[in-house]
């Protein structure tokens, strides 16, 4: 038995390779890290960030889980190019890939009408180019070898509807799905499978949201946040064989959000954002844009 109490040939990922873009930060894309290690995958641990990387998998590393970190950002060639060399130089075979990798800054809410043109691209490289271009080489990858795979993007409910005060972001995981969707009806025939993931709120040391029960209870049919472990073990299962005729699906983790849509207050702002600040500056005066 592995230290996640589950035996390792549960999930069928033994002698095979899974990247894992954003496994630094202490969040799900480390617990995602861990959890497919402990399963018998060999996985490379990718943050643009070394000091994620040493901090967050460092002590993974050191208790002897086969993982790989590499240094590199998702929205450079060159650290496309690192990631795949390196895929090339393990003796397991890559099967798959988790893009951990995306949000939405403070800076970025705020009214459709006062979004800059720089923000709106920042955001779609941030949260769409990091996820398909990576998984394009990914897949590139396993049909040269002829070998299928399981390619796994972690969106957001933000995609699914509409998403007032941070529409950047929304347009952004909207468009994740959409291409996840249409690389998975391409690489059908390859045996490649390409699903996503909605989150909703979850408690990650990055999500930086203060606790308030109360408003869990009214904007989440569950009540609560989920948790980082809740949205990697969903990825575990997508890449497995469980999920063998699983492909071309989003689901979402959301404590039923997406089934009820609660989670916008009166003002019609979403309930879990970060700073209503910019909210009450918009009232006040609309012409004052954002900054």
Known sequence: MSGSGLPPDLFGLGGRTVIVAGAGGGGMGTLLTRLLAEVGATVIGVDRSGENLERDLGPLMASGLPITPVQADLNDDEGIARIMA???????????LVTVVGGVPDRYWGPATEVTRQDWHELFAY?????????????????????????????SISGLTATPFHIGYGAAKAAVISAAKTMAIELAADGIRVNCIAPGPVATPTAAMEADPERDRWAVPMGRQGTAHEIAASALYL???????????????????????????????????????????????PAAGLR
């Not at 769409?128 to 399981?150: I, Y």
């Not at 959000?257 to 970060?274: E, F, G, V």
């Open 239 to 285: 890449l497995s064989d469980m999920a063998g005729y699983v492909t071309g699906q989003c689901l979402a983790v959301d404590g039923g959000i997406s089934a009820k849509w609660s989670h916008l207050d009166i003002d019609n702002c979403p309930a879990y954002a970060r700073d209503r600040s910019f909210l009450e500056q918009w009232q006040r005066d």
């Open 86 to 96: 390196c895929a090339s130089n393990l003796d397991a075979p890559v099967h798959g």
């Open 127 to 155: 949260n769409l180019d990091s996820m398909f271009f990576l998984s394009q080489a990914v897949a590139k990858r396993l049909r040269e070898l002829r070998r299928p795979g399981a390619l796994v993007a972690i969106a």
